[in-house]
């Protein structure tokens, strides 16, 4: 490949050096079929899609497991005399694999009702509202409405916030309930608040975790303090959640006014983001993208993940976290599949198991429990004490700004993470770690350093905006779910990464060679 293939899937892996406690394969394992042998044979491209559609259709029938919601309103009954249900459609932007839109459905069918999917946009004034990002969020949606065409279910695009357009959509179209999914964001949480207030009283809100497996809630009801308080928590309620997914079927019951057509081009050239932050060539937005991108990775690098994971310039990872953070492929279908198919890759599974659902899902655990996900305040004690004791230790270098995201440093393996960051919206996970941590080195407070680490990611980053992306900063800047380490200048009890320990980890000169010098 031409590009490095990268890992999103979390930001702040662990050091290379440290050791991994490994997901017992026989958790995953329990629930799934052995491969049949006409799938060992040599596979052609789109195998698995056809697969994919197969396991869906035999699992049609499958029961929703209720754990999975809660009512974010007091009555619990949809409203009678209704016209339909909506699904409001915020974090998870696909058709398959959807436990809010398998909710949804099974409640129409219940009602003998039609189905309805909405999704509020709104472009915040931002210098992180980037073409980057809305341009890959709106290819999905294309590709979600285009579906959702086939099966008879309308999908409408509402513009502005939810808790300004979606109340009266509900009432102008006689919905009688409301489902939704699930994200641990402030603004998004704060979306669904002014939902609830000024729905009407006699309309359920129902929320359904549909981004992780174990829902969130499920997971632990408290901030955990580490991947290891966590790990045995979900690894027990994995044979319960890590199921197969019912297939969303084409629905039977048309509604009597039809959803307005989107044109999804005009949209794409309105909106008001900063169009200096392109597309990326490497990533195709949308589940069918997605689901290409988790064949290579099953076909061709997974089996070298579990030796080649630390490497940037290894085509070892996944890729696929900017289509798992935009909601276009499920986590818990890469685990099946990955479980399914990749048998064959040995400790590559369990490892990259552990990063995808252990590593990832903890993201969301700190991000719901922890107000200030996003702010030094947020640290451990321990670490914000150690922070203050070396605020105002010497810098060997300070940078602005400006002089870091134009990649204008003395480091080269920075500068090159930086350049290939901007250009490909994208940085290798250990990568991520170091350019981090450096920014915490180079700049004059934690505070100040992780605000730009923060702007940095979020505007570059395909993932960005993301809790792996809050949590990533965090641990590489304020230690969180970490522990302490030998004090030193600025960093304190922070674990310290450097330029040196990156040359025994990897061949620095040969990615400096492909991404450094260069200008932005």
């Known amino acids: 490949s031409n590009y490095l293939c990268q890992n999103y899937l979390r930001f702040y892996s662990l050091h290379v050096a440290l050791s991994l406690e490994k997901v017992p394969l ?48 007091d009555t619990e009954q949809a409203k009678q005399g209704s016209e339909g249900v909506l699904y409001w459609m915020l974090r998870d932007h696909r058709v398959q694999d959807n436990w809010a839109l398998v909710q949804a459905q099974r409640l129409a069918l219940e009602e003998n009702l039609p189905l309805h999917i909405c999704v509020c946009l709104v472009v915040p004034k931002s210098e992180l509202s980037t073409l980057r990002h809305y341009s890959f969020m709106l290819k999905g949606l294309k590709e979600v409405a285009k579906e959702c065409k086939t099966l008879d279910i309308q999908f409408h695009l509402l513009h502005g916030s939810a808790g300004d357009v979606l109340p009266g959509f509900v009432s102008d179209r006689g ?32 929320q359904v975790d549909a981004h992780n497996i174990v829902p969130c809630w499920v997971a632990s009801p408290k901030l955990e303090y580490a991947a290891r308080t966590i790990r045995g928590k979900i690894t027990k309620l994995l044979p319960e959640f890590l199921t197969e997914f019912p297939l969303v079927e084409k629905h039977p019951y048309t509604a009597t006014r039809t959803a307005k057509p989107v044109d999804w081009d005009k949209i794409l050239a309105s909106l008001q ?15 069918n993208g997605g689901m290409a991108m988790l064949e290579s990775f099953i076909d061709v690098r997974l089996k070298l993940f579990d030796t080649q994971r630390n490497d940037p310039n290894a085509a070892a990872l996944s890729q696929l976290s900017p289509w798992i953070r935009f909601g276009h492929l499920s986590a818990q279908r890469v685990a099946l599949q990955v479980q399914h ?12 198991i552990e990063e995808l659902v252990v590593r990832r899902e903890l993201t969301d655990n700190f991000c719901f429990y922890n107000k200030k996900y996003d702010c030094v305040e947020g640290a451990y ?24 995201e134009k990649a204008k440093t003395h480091d080269k393996l920075w500068n090159g993470a930086q350049y290939q960051m901007v250009t490909e919206g994208k940085m290798h996970g250990f990568l991520r770690m170091y350019w981090a941590k450096k920014i915490l080195e180079w700049t004059s407070s934690p505070e100040e350093a992780l605000s730009i680490a923060l702007y940095l990611n979020d505007r570059y980053e395909l993932d960005g905006q993301d809790p792996n992306g809050f949590v990533g900063c965090m641990w590489s800047i304020c230690g969180i779910h970490d522990q302490g380490w030998r004090e030193r200048a600025v960093f304190g009890k922070i674990r310290y990464m450097n330029y040196k320990g990156c040359l025994r980890k990897f061949d620095v000169a040969r990615f400096e060679r492909k991404y450094c010098p260069k200008n932005l």
């Open 273 to 287: 983001v900063d169009r200096a932050v392109g597309e990326p060539e490497w990533a195709k937005p949308g589940t």
């Open 175 to 206: 919905l009688g309930t409301v489902v939704t999914d699930f994200s641990p964001l402030r603004e998004p949480l704060q979306w669904l608040e002014d939902v609830k207030k000024t729905l009407p009283k006699d309309i359920p809100l129902i």
């Open 26 to 73: 026989s958790v995953v394992q329990q629930k799934l079929a052995p491969m049949k042998e006409e799938e060992k044979k040599e596979r052609v491209e789109g195998w698995l899609q056809d697969l994919v559609k197969q396991q869906r259709t035999e699992k049609k029938e499958m029961k929703f497991n209720k754990k999975r919601l809660r009512f974010m309103s």
């Open 341 to 352: 198919s990749g048998k064959s890759a040995g400790h590559s599974v369990s490892s990259f």
């Open 381 to 404: 004690e321990w670490a914000q004490k150690t922070l203050k004791d070396h605020a105002k230790d010497k810098r060997p270098y300070l940078y602005t700004r400006e002089q870091l």
